[in-house]
């Protein structure tokens, strides 16, 4: 079964930036969609962003255009979320999950926190 680890969230100024890994293990990471959603504090959940499995296709949620970058290395079984321009509004877990739209497996995901 596969699981899920993420990393590098943290603390960080607004306008600030963060890199989010997800360490995935099995050996059938590199034929899954993969996307990232996150979790604000007494919010729903919401997505954040999808790639394709080879990694050439992006999606992303209107919130986060122009300041996320999803992207993924098969060969190390890791998806990548980068952050840059961050706001408050960003406050949140953020998960990864096998699956488009975050509807599959999810990790336990790691905070990011936006504050001055």
């Known amino acids: 079964q596969v699981q899920l680890v993420e990393s590098g969230g943290g603390l960080v100024q607004p306008g600030g930036s963060l890199r989010l890994s997800c360490a995935a293990s099995?050996?059938?990471?590199?034929?899954?969609?993969m996307s990232w959603v996150r979790q604000a504090p007494g919010k729903g959940l919401e997505w954040v962003s999808d790639?394709?499995?080879?990694?050439?296709?992006?999606y992303y949620a209107d919130s986060v255009k122009g300041r996320f970058t999803i992207s993924r290395d098969n060969a190390k079984k890791t998806l990548y979320l980068q952050m840059n321009s961050l706001k408050l509004e960003d406050t949140a877990l953020y998960y990864c999950?096998?699956?488009?739209?975050?509807?599959?497996?999810r990790g336990q995901g790691t905070q990011v926190t936006v504050s001055s």
């Open positions: 999950a096998r699956g488009p739209r975050g509807i599959g497996v």
């Open positions: 099995g050996s059938t990471f590199s034929t899954y969609y």
């Open positions: 790639i394709n499995p080879n990694g050439d296709t992006t």
